[in-house]
């Protein structure tokens, strides 16, 4: 989801019946030993520890907590939701989304007050998990969480840009907007110039050219323009970061305040981080399920990860630190870094611990304009305009807006609730605002229907119906989603009474589709999941033939309208396919069905046994080895994946050993003998034996299974033999996958090609919100 630097998502918005199949990029193949493993998580770790110290520094600095609070926090998070949490390579610290909400506790209450605060906002988080409420939280309408976010970006940007200019923040958005002027007629120079150079470096660091910009974009951004400006600015007066000594850290005292008060911060600090949390984890899911991460990264189990962050905010707020959530910039520099395990996520923690118990006097020497300059980017990138015309699209700007205004001028919270308001009016309004209107053309009466035709419409379209004459002829068309029992009832009524006064009268959708079908007809909708298509099969024709121009025939009349504009776009353009897909012709295997992909999608390349015959074989071979090359060299495809499929005859033959025996002659056999070199690797390997293939999540049902998923490996080893793949594949623009359907179960495999492990594709992966 991309809702924050701090919960960022990769987008997803294609529709349905264009969705290419989902992205599986492989891991390495060659298997990683548990020193591969601690390698890549202890690399990751001071990656993410890089980050985290100038950001967590930066977060406190912005709340006006003690500087030291923000490096609790990132101890805490790291350690404690790092060993807990459901999402396991996910990073958590001081939480973004919560600065200005923090910011306006400290300034309200106190810092010992918001520390417990903190605490009991732990408490309502744990309880939450427990009660196992967590995907409630991912309901919440994307523009509610994109426009909160933006506020508070915003109001940070805003605030720390005080701090840029050498002075002390408000508490409130509007007084920090309205002392702007003055602050910009006298500004620090020193702290102005530090900045600057943070800015600067923070905006130029990834843009730095040449191998020696490449070894050098290896630190970190912000760790590079904090040292960057600290050096700079040896010889600036200018405010520096000041650590309390441990010992003297402020614990959390009881709450002084309204009770009321107390509650709604409480409640606020539990929703927000939770939110940013759960979101994060989704995001970071998605992240590592596309670069294809090892090792224990299984999907994100949100309901452990919210008990987790519970229990981090209760150890935080007792021990004087900030709120702690989970976030995408230090996630997804973990999972860029390489991380494998929780290993990772925890032993940042302790690297920051480390760092602020040895290496104090080293942090005292930044400047705070550099730490608030880092912040205020943060902020910046919080306001993103990919967002604002994503919500726009779906005509959700009102809400966005709302709750960016309200975040603004009212608070978090206040914002949360304003935009929840106004998203229920606005889907109110949609569900009741009806349009109707009643042309003539050629003779012809058109009814035309626009928004959801619900029994508050009833009455204006009964009275639009009565406008068309007896003995005419009319159109109703419906545009759309939604028509509900009194509606309908109320259209049928019409219609056949006014058919039986002489008229002809008919219901359409916006494509022009009868929305009432005769019964007999074929009664599957366009593009719903596939089922059984007998009933395409006319009563006045008999055999595979009639079923044949059934199927025809629905589809001239359901789908083609549907699919015209897209098939023409394709006939214009050529086709353009991301995927090549090397499967099986037995009938049962339906690519589209799933894959979830639509026309031009898929290049698809069909035979018996899903076979990719090594090159140097006969020319009879040489269909499939011109559908490869024409893949990769001229439509150059971005990924080729091998399918198998359980109960497959060609392999059934290839164990019985019948009608591919050397010398046979038929064409069957002769195809058939390409599938021997899968034989003869599972004979080497056996059940059991160095590599052997497996199913993650149960045994390997039989040899047949077995060598179904033995040779989806081997044909990817076909596969590299081939020049123009092994080229593409080491120029990193090619990616091989292997699959495994069980038609039985309806269930789809993905191979590790590291481990030989095929893992099952889970439903639970989400889309972004």
């Not at 309205?178 to 600057?196: D, N, V, W």
């Not at 970190?220 to 520096?240: D, E, F, Q, S, Y």
């Not at 009455?459 to 159109?475: N, Q, W, Y």
């Not at 549907?562 to 006939?571: G, K, M």
């Amino acid at each position: 989801m991309h809702a924050t630097p701090e919960s960022q998502t990769p987008q997803s918005q294609t529709p349905q019946s264009q969705t290419p199949p989902q992205d599986l990029s492989p891991p390495p193949r060659a298997a990683e030993g548990t020193s591969v493993v601690w390698r890549h998580d202890l690399s990751a770790s001071i990656t993410v520890f890089l980050i985290a110290v100038p950001l967590s520094l930066g977060i406190a600095l912005a709340t006006g907590a003690p500087l030291q609070s923000g490096l609790v926090a990132a101890v805490v998070g790291g350690i404690v939701v790092g060993l807990m949490g459901g999402a396991p390579l996910q990073v958590s610290g001081a939480a973004t989304s919560l600065v200005v909400v923090t910011a306006e506790l400290v300034h309200r209450y106190g810092w010992r007050t918001t520390c417990a605060i903190t605490v009991l906002a732990g408490l309502v988080q744990i309880a939450l998990g427990a009660l196992r409420v967590a995907r409630a939280a991912l309901a919440v309408s994307p523009a509610i969480v994109h426009g909160m976010l933006a506020g508070i970006g915003a109001a940070i940007a805003l605030a720390q840009f005080h701090v840029v200019l050498g002075a002390r923040p408000d508490g409130s958005t509007l007084a920090n907007l309205l002392a702007l002027p003055q602050e910009l007629a006298s500004p620090h120079t020193g702290a102005l110039s530090i900045a600057a150079v943070t800015v600067l470096v923070l905006i130029c660091w990834p843009r730095l050219p040449g191998r020696a910009g490449k070894a050098l974009r290896t630190v970190p951004a912000p760790l590079a323009a904090i040292v960057t400006a600290t050096a700079v600015g040896i010889p600036v007066a200018a405010p520096r970061v000041e650590l309390p000594a441990w010992h003297t850290v402020a614990l959390p005292g009881l709450p002084h305040g309204p009770v009321l008060g107390i509650a709604a911060a409480v409640l606020t600090v539990a929703l927000v981080a939770s939110m940013e949390s759960l979101l994060s984890a989704v995001a970071i899911d998605k992240l590592r399920a596309g670069r294809g991460a090892p090792g224990d990264a299984v999907p994100a189990r949100l309901n452990r990860e919210l008990l987790g962050q519970g229990t981090a905010n209760v150890v935080s707020g007792l021990l004087g630190g900030l709120p702690v959530a989970g976030g995408a910039i230090r996630g997804s520099a973990n999972v860029a870094a390489g991380a494998r395990t929780r290993r990772a996520t925890a032993l940042h923690g302790v690297w920051v611990l480390l760092c602020a118990g040895l290496l104090a006097g080293l942090l005292e020497h930044i400047p705070l304009a550099a730490l608030a300059a880092l912040v205020m980017v943060v902020g910046v990138k919080m306001v993103s305009f990919a967002h604002i015309k994503h919500v726009q699209r779906h005509r959700e700007f009102p809400v966005y807006a709302a709750t960016l205004g309200a975040v603004l001028l009212l608070g978090v919270l206040e914002g949360i609730l304003t935009g929840i308001a106004v998203a229920v009016f606005l889907s109110l309004r949609r569900l009741t605002h009806t349009r109707i209107t009643v042309t003539e053309e050629s003779g012809v009466h058109q009814v035309q229907v626009s928004g959801q035709l619900t029994f508050l419409a009833v009455p204006r379209l009964t009275r639009a119906l009565a406008e068309v004459p007896d003995g005419a002829s009319a159109v109703i068309t419906l545009d759309g989603s939604f028509m509900d029992h009194a509606a309908y009832e109320s259209l049928q009524h019409w219609c056949d009474g006014y058919r039986a006064r002489g008229g002809w009268a008919t219901l359409t959708s916006r494509a022009g589709t009868p929305i009432s079908v005769p019964s007999g007809m074929h009664a599957c909708r366009p593009w719903t999941p596939w089922r059984n298509h007998h009933c395409t099969k006319p009563g006045t024709r008999a055999g595979a033939a009639g079923q044949l121009v059934g199927g025809l025939s629905a589809f001239q009349r359901n789908t083609a309208p549907l699919v015209r504009d897209e098939l023409a776009r394709l006939a214009r353009e050529g086709q353009r396919p991301t995927q090549l897909f090397l499967t099986c012709a037995d009938s049962r295997l339906v690519t589209s069905m799933i894959t979830s992909s639509g026309p031009g999608d898929l290049f698809t390349v069909r035979n018996v046994g899903n076979l990719m015959p090594p090159l140097g074989e006969d020319a009879s071979c040489d269909s499939v080895g011109a559908a490869i090359e024409y893949a990769v060299e001229v439509l150059e495809v971005g990924s080729i994946t091998v399918c198998g499929h359980s109960g497959c005859g060609a392999m059934q033959a290839l164990l019985s050993g019948a009608g591919h025996e050397p010398g046979a002659q038929t064409p069957l056999a002769r195809w058939l003998r390409h599938g021997r070199p899968s034989l003869a690797r599972l004979e080497r390997t056996g059940p059991i034996g160095r590599g052997e293939v497996a199913l993650a999540t149960r045994p390997v049902a039989d040899d047949l299974e077995r060598l179904c998923l033995v040779n989806v490996v081997q044909q990817l080893d076909h596969l590299m033999a081939h020049a123009g793949v092994a080229r593409r594949v080491a120029e990193g623009t090619l990616q091989l996958h292997g699959m495994y359907f069980h038609v039985a179960e309806a269930q789809t495999y993905v191979l590790d090609a590291g481990s030989g492990m095929f893992s099952a594709v889970r439903p639970e992966v989400l889309d972004a919100v």
